[in-house]
């Protein structure tokens, strides 16, 4: 529908189109899964390379691996530029971006060491899994997660501006409690790491108060975190119950005007009349 | 009901049968608790052979306890292919399967040694303790569990999908900030591995971020994991919800018979009628 | 109202009983109040006896206090029995045990050394404070959370069954990777505890999979827990919701006979009716 | 409003009061911002200045920026005494205290040494950053966090009376079992200190049971902190749900002005009036 290059587009663009941006057709298909599992493939190598022992013993392969996946990957780029309508509006779109920089730093890796790993990258490209399943009810279901998530944005922009302020706090008292016997906490911005990774209740362990002190507020510190934690849960979980409970609400009867349908009604539950 | 073996069917399996079968007879429910029993005695055996200090003072008892479970466990496997009509269909079940899959290791051990360890598979078999239970309602309990988790499987996958993805994003981010200095980061999958021990609050602090970079990465990576174990945790929740508010649909139509009605409905939502 | 000891019941044992079980009146609840300090004292004076430093210097105190302690509990407990209409039926319920297990430890260090320590069961006692606040809308609170964990019984039940089931395959499954090379998993009741440590999240790092495939497979054990903490969770808060729902549903309106009526409604929401 | 000083109340103080008081105008709006950033700045000083190898480098620098910022709140707190009208009202309020928190420490390193790292509490001004955005719904979403939390209160009360007498009663138990062996647990406050890291899923590491006894019993208590930690999720779960439906009670009765009706009434249930 775009006025600019409608006129030297051909059918052989338009099929090509189809194949490389929609996965309704069995050729589209087959070309989201075969982009797939080359990625998967792509992310494998580069994981796989940085083990020093692998790397050492096959480093000529890793690199062929790499470069011909660069260059693939370049080439799919450039269909599809080429096959869209809009190109700026895909090279511009979260995808497009995605796809540029999960190419470039191979090339980059020729002018500037070890920027080869930023690949990885292209696991984002990994997403793209639910296109193929688009037909089925996954997009549904990731929407209803991504609108749950959406709406707790305020609250959940609250709760942590909270937590930030408050690990701040923490971690510059056990900064004063420890700090002068226990080499962990021997600065405030260390402190804070412990204290995130304390209220989270991950526990690395590699920092640990000593004093009976920094102990007892230690105590203190993890039953607080025992308590915040429940209030994300809480906030996703009401958002999960509203989105559960809402799409039956919409239609309304027109004979009694009632609403608050299930989704599979067919007639009014309060009048009987067919809705 | 089966039409193959119908005449050879005497009273004697019938019995059998019952005994081995159902839990609703007393000889039923008893041979299905000595069964437990003996489940759960030779889980302990192998659990207690793998101590070494016990194998080397009473490894012969071990053996020989280990092997009269076996041989009673395959009589009992026989016994139930013997007195069920179609044998191929137990055979084909999930118990059938388990309770195959709990003999075979023994005898494998005659001919590859290690293998009996895998007879922990036995552990499966306890499951075996909701049968008994099964005229009370913790059958129902057990299905409310598994249809919540049922009905939140597509959200299920789509956040394990995105879990994936994050994971390696950041396990490669912090293997670029720590590998050159950390042994802990000193291959992508290692760090792949921290950083599912990080999101999941679990925290065993084997590998842990020693840059000042490092850890503050993982900070924000913690934070991130405290909002995310949230989606789940709202996911499960907010089914059972759905789950609990749904028994109140055991009413049926009279005219078209179909379940499902709201609490305050008074026509059938499908075909109109008066409930 | 106890048919036995009617006779000899004077107002002088009323009056005891009043202050001793009570907190209604003034001197009741002076009583409760002293009581709980007490304890509180007391189940300080045990923690602060067990720091090897502070028991050097002041074991003749901690042992004079304790049993000051000691015998002013066993007097509380004589004047129980002494001001109750039936003193058994105080002596066989839950505090009436508590409170004798309480004194019975320091008598029992005379004979076997090392047994005071158990008097921490003191700490039991400290449920008193809910006794203090009963006029107040705590006991309300503590029901609600106490029927809530009841209702969930039966899930809890089936959910511990699958955990213990769980636990025990994941541990052997371990002890078969890592045992041979790994001291951490070294038998398989210790690759058990592992797997409760891991699935929990708690993540000691006391220890830890050092192989390649163990680390792949904790990832997965991970992921899982992750999954499956949601389930308990998910159970709790259904329940707690359903228990804040269910009190305003008991009302009908004497008029049009609808329910659903707030709790603090006068008058009939739907008719206007006074309920 | 007030009456005390109105007389000498003037123009320039009116207007003084909404730049630092409010953020309605593009005044207040720039001033509340600029402060945000300097407390921000201020606060990320001491952050650095405890980091040794940056304090032995920029150590004048950083005393000059602390006293500078220092002088420049104190300036800030006295002009916001002189803008209101009631001066004491301020002063005793959250945010007064606070300020005036915020600008002691400094003052007082001159007599007592290391008290400035006290600023820390700075970081508490940050709070005002909800200030800024109060025209915005953040505020509202505040405020059902609050409420929600407010609600629960009661419950995590009696939640955490629970959650004290358990950790007493496990640390004294694992003292009991692990102390003769095991340093880690070499008194109860120690093993109560282990007991919280346990039970709130931290688990550091720095302390963990050796013997078989140790760890079956740890089993226990991390099984039973994995149901416990569903309790305060569930709580304040379902009172987030609470607050989440409760939006609706907006409508107020135009006879007696309450509110607090439920969706569905066309009747106020305290005075029986139509609505």
Chains 1, 2, 3, 4 share one sequence.
């Not at 696991?123 to 399943?133: G, T």
């Not at 809480?234 to 989105?243: C, D, L, M, P, T």
């Amino acid at each position: 529908m775009s006025r600019s290059n409608e006129k030297d587009w051909t059918p052989h663009r338009e099929r090509l189109h189809e194949i490389i941006f929609e996965a309704d057709t069995p050729a589209g298909k087959a070309f989201d899964v075969a982009l797939l599992i080359m990625i998967l493939l792509s992310v494998a190598v580069v994981m796989l390379e940085s083990i020093a022992e692998l790397n050492r013993l096959y480093h000529q392969w890793f690199l062929m691996l790499e470069w011909t996946f660069t260059i693939l990957f370049t080439l799919e780029y450039l269909l599809r530029l080429y096959s869209i309508r809009r190109p700026w509006w895909y090279a511009a779109s979260f995808f497009g971006v995605i796809d540029l920089l999960a190419i470039i730093p191979t090339y980059l890796s020729l002018f500037i060491a070890g920027t080869h790993y930023l690949i990885v990258i292209r696991a984002l490209r990994l997403l793209r899994v639910f296109r193929i399943f688009k037909l089925g009810h996954f997009m549904k279901e990731g929407f209803i997660i991504i609108k749950a998530i959406q709406a707790s944005r305020a609250k959940i922009f609250v709760f942590l501006s909270f937590i930030t302020v408050l690990v701040l706090i923490i971690g510059s008292v056990m900064y004063l409690v420890e700090g002068g016997s226990n080499p962990g906490f021997s600065s405030i911005p260390r402190s804070i790491y412990w204290s995130i990774v304390t209220l989270t209740t991950v526990g690395f362990g590699d920092i640990t108060p000593q004093t009976g002190l920094g102990q007892f507020f230690s105590a203190i510190v993890m039953i607080l975190g025992y308590a915040v934690i429940a209030v994300p849960t809480g906030i996703v979980s009401a958002e999960f119950i509203q989105q559960a409970r809402s799409p039956q609400n919409t239609q309304a009867c027109q004979y009694c005007g009632r609403e608050g349908h299930a989704d599979d009604a067919r007639y009014c539950k309060y009048c009987g009349h067919a809705l």
